[in-house]
């Protein structure tokens, strides 16, 4: 059994920032790649950035420059640093994980950006 609990979510200004963890728990052997996604309303699931074991990074066009994600394999736990953040990050944030062939995911977290 494997558990993603999800943080940092909230409300923030534009040009505001949110540091958003996931810590998994349970029944781990090695995590490969871990990574976050978010889910705007009337849009589909969309990959914001992913992160592999030894520290390889990809990111979407549109949080290029602005997100950084990071991880902490003692703690099995991921990071995304958002900075500058626009009205349209505005979404349900959910992070993944890989165990060998199987992924988890997250419960989610809401963040929503708007003065």
């Known amino acids: 059994q494997v558990q993603l609990v999800e943080s940092g979510g909230g409300l923030v200004q534009p040009g505001g920032s949110l540091r958003l963890s996931c810590a998994a728990s349970?029944?781990?052997?090695?995590?490969?790649?871990m990574a976050w996604y978010r889910q705007a309303p009337g849009k589909e699931r969309e990959l914001v950035a992913a992160?592999?074991?030894?520290?390889?990074?990809n990111y979407s066009e549109s949080v290029k420059g602005r997100f950084t994600i990071s991880r902490d394999n003692a703690e099995n736990t991921v990071y995304l640093q958002m900075n500058s953040l626009k009205p349209e990050d505005t979404a349900v944030y959910y992070c993944?994980?890989?165990?060998?062939?199987?992924?988890?995911w997250g419960q989610g977290i809401q963040v929503t950006v708007s003065s």
């Open positions: 349970g029944t781990l052997f090695t995590i490969n790649a």
């Open positions: 993944k994980i890989g165990l060998g062939f199987t992924y988890y």
């Open positions: 992160i592999t074991r030894v520290g390889n990074t």
